[in-house]
């Protein structure tokens, strides 16, 4: 089954996506963490870096548009065409309250009046594929079946459902149930995003809902950048492939970055590859307060040198 590695923003800018892909197979589309046009109508140098197609050559990459209006939608969609995307995704998944506050991301899911507007002009009128990243609903799943229907009007190209709503933000268990009544409802191919943090968890959803076009997993790839490796029957996560991946990345940083940001972005890489290690406790906070790149790589190599990878490695709050 596809695995589409998930948007998370702070973590899978194009250097990460870069490296990941380098070191790890089993991923069929990496998502690049959202843009948001307004009504300057241009891209800031730091959305633009974003989905520059020479920053995102060598995988198969999908921009993601944060947007309430049409016309920024179709004015996004129609410059990421001119630079070659042939596909482009809707983010009607986002729980941020600075985000829904403005009406946008899941804060769509709860006029169904007004995204059905936006939704006719977008898909008459989008220059590429457009699909769509949503939740179950904004305070409940019942809003759900209303929400499928509206979707199945249109030539959505993939269907990709975050099995929670709005109000549960990241918390609480996934509705899989409603996912899985899902399928005899729409023609519409449908991603399943939510939880899943090991291969069983991958294996499980898919035995039970055999119709899962691809699954989207972003904190379990986070924490095991292998898993798409592995469910593709590739080589599991190991010590050396870790090491070489943290490396290479720390590596693609120092590059690009001044040494602050460098040691903000290795310190929240860490915080969820420490996961993968048997009592990680010391070094994940020594990592965590580490003040300088060097006290950083101090305390990753401790990690690295003295602790054992566990033999399922996965993601853990």
């Known amino acids: ?88 995704n809707l983010n009607l998944g986002c729980p941020s309250g600075t985000v829904t506050a403005k009406g946008k991301g899941a804060g769509m899911l709860a006029d169904l009046s007004a995204l059905e507007r936006f939704l006719d002009e977008v898909y008459s009128r989008a220059p590429l594929r457009v699909s769509i990243k949503t939740r179950l609903g904004y305070e409940s799943p019942g809003e759900w079946d209303a929400l499928l229907a509206l979707f199945s009007r249109f030539p959505v190209s993939e269907l990709i459902v975050h099995a929670r709503t709005r109000s549960q933000f990241y918390t609480g268990t996934p509705h899989r149930d409603v996912f899985a009544a899902s399928f005899s409802r729409t023609s519409l191919s449908l991603v399943y995003n939510g939880d899943l943090f090991t291969a069983q968890d991958c294996r499980d959803l898919h035995s039970r809902c055999p119709g899962t076009h691809a699954l989207m997993i972003g904190r379990g790839l986070i924490a095991n950048p292998a898993l798409a490796q592995a469910l593709a029957g590739g080589q599991p996560l190991t010590l050396a492939a870790l090491r070489s991946f943290h490396d290479q990345l720390l590596s693609a940083y120092r590059a690009a970055y001044p040494a602050n940001v460098v040691l903000g972005r290795m310190r929240e890489e860490m915080k969820n590859l420490a996961c993968c290690f048997d009592s990680p406790e010391k070094p994940r906070k020594a990592i965590r307060k580490a003040a300088t790149l060097r006290a950083y790589e101090e305390a990753a190599d401790r990690l690295f040198d003295g602790h054992a990878l566990l033999e399922n490695p996965h993601f853990t709050a």
């Open 1 to 88: 089954m596809p695995v589409y590695f998930a948007p998370m923003e702070g973590i899978t800018d194009s250097l990460y996506r870069r490296v990941h892909s380098a070191c790890f197979g089993g991923v069929s589309k990496y998502f690049i963490p959202f843009i948001s046009p307004t009504q300057n109508l241009r891209l800031t140098p730091r959305e633009l870096a974003a989905v520059l197609p020479a920053h995102n050559a060598g995988f198969f990459a999908v921009p993601q548009v944060l947007t309430r209006h049409a016309a920024h939608f179709l004015w996004a969609a129609q410059a990421l065409h001119d630079m070659g995307y042939g596909e482009i």
